[in-house]
């Protein structure tokens, strides 16, 4: 038996009791993931990135063990519901434009003490302003630094389009704009290397095309670590009492926090390893958060069609946007349908040993997107649900 064929027999042993769709996470998989993102750290703290795992009690579970600190959010409103929850360092990744939630911030001495928020624009401070509603607490500020790899005079930018903030000069010029402005503290600085921390190394198939993505990425990260270090020690001279210094992705951890200038990581993808994290040359990761459809028809030899499945996944269209059907291996998508909405027909050889009723599972794309789909996910640990736990969604959050 192999060891997916052996996962599959465990996963359809714990579950035998469920009808799906069901989503799951392997306890054992996710634990040695977090473990091998704290080796990978280097004795710096990791902040975990919350869109990528939408879980309060999985969050929970990975800040209780040693290497573990802070949670990176993706919207506003999240973070004070993070905070009102217990967690005591939220920084939010993203700018908001929630003015309702802002109000709130600025009014409640708890929830500013815990919340940090992002801003890359003198604008975004107008707004806060506008949004406080009487209310005098502190904001806590972090400054967003463009990460992008820049060539040819800039006119060929790697990267995503995030922050307009790029050199040293600009962020230390916001620094200064906020230690003049009464109600703000600047705290921090973020930097996401997405193109180097998101994407694969290791196409399969595609060697050419992976070696052009090393010798773009060994280029990006040296070309960052000195840029990086030069906006630190601009911000600095300015806020000499900054805070942290958050960097990285799960796909560069080992990276990042090699740099001095670095004081913490950010990861979350990496805790549950999806499909999109299986092609990097620098770790390996076992997959901890799957999801079965049930086999509702059989309509012909080689063929079996399951209930829905069509969970693509944010970023550019395309079929590495797609899940894949994992167990039992030797599925594949029929190319003229795809994963279907309602319905999704799979063929190879293997479909036929599968019953009505059996259960195909499937690996997402990316991370928490998962969660948006499912109220709940099913703990496993051994061939045993442990526990079943809300997802954000299961609580009545959908925050984007």
């Known amino acids: 038996m192999t060891p997916r064929a052996a996962d599959r027999a465990r996963y359809d042993r714990a579950t035998a009791h469920l009808d799906a769709p069901v989503a799951i996470v392997d306890l054992d998989a996710f634990d040695a993931n977090a473990e091998d993102l704290v080796r990978r750290a280097g004795g710096k703290p990791i902040r975990v990135a919350s869109k990528s795992v939408r879980c309060r009690a999985l969050l929970e579970r990975v800040l209780a063990r040693e290497g573990f600190a802070g949670i990176m959010s993706f919207t506003l409103d999240e973070s004070l519901w993070l905070a009102r929850a217990g967690f ?59 990460t992008s790899f820049r060539l040819l005079g800039g006119r060929v930018r790697i990267g995503a389009l995030r922050s307009p903030l790029r050199e040293p000069a600009q ?52 070309e960052l670590e000195t840029r990086r270090a030069a906006v630190v ?17 799960t796909g560069s951890v080992q990276h ?54 069509g969970y693509p996944a944010s970023g550019a269209a395309g079929v590495d946007r797609l899940p894949v059907p994992y167990l039992p291996e030797g ?10 909405e309602v319905q999704t027909p799979l063929i190879g050889s293997a479909a036929d040993d599968l019953l009505i009723g059996d259960k195909v599972w499937f690996r997402h794309a990316k991370a928490g997107e998962l969660c948006e789909r499912f109220d709940s996910l099913q703990l496993i640990e051994g061939d045993r649900i442990t526990a079943a736990v809300p997802t954000y969604r299961g609580e009545g959050r959908t925050f984007l």
Do not use: W
């Open 88 to 146: 005591e360092d939220v920084l939010l990744a993203y700018p908001s434009a929630d003015r309702t939630a802002f109000g709130e911030l600025a009014n409640d001495p708890k929830l500013a003490a815990a919340v940090t928020v992002m801003v890359d624009d003198p604008a975004q401070l107008d707004l806060i302003d506008t949004a406080r509603a009487g209310g005098a607490e502190e904001i806590r500020i972090c400054l967003e630094l463009d």
């Open 233 to 249: 020690r601009a911000v600095r001279a300015v806020a000499p009492d900054l805070e942290f210094v958050n960097g990285g992705g």
């Open 171 to 222: 962020l230390a010029e916001l620094a200064r704009s906020i230690a003049r402005r009464p109600g703000f503290r600047l705290v921090g600085i973020m930097a996401y290397e997405g193109h180097v921390a998101g994407v694969g190394d290791a196409v399969a198939g595609r060697p050419l095309r992976s070696r052009a993505i090393r010798l773009m990425q060994s280029a990006a990260r040296k």
């Open 331 to 340: 599925l594949r998508y029929d190319p003229q349908e795809g994963p279907g």
């Open 256 to 309: 990042t926090a090699a740099e001095d200038a670095v004081t913490e990581i950010a990861a979350g993808s990496g805790l549950y390893v999806p499909r999109l994290f299986d092609n990097y040359t620098s770790f390996t990761g076992r997959p901890a958060a799957l999801f079965a459809q049930p086999v509702v028809r059989r309509p012909g030899v080689g063929v079996v069609t399951v209930l829905g499945g």
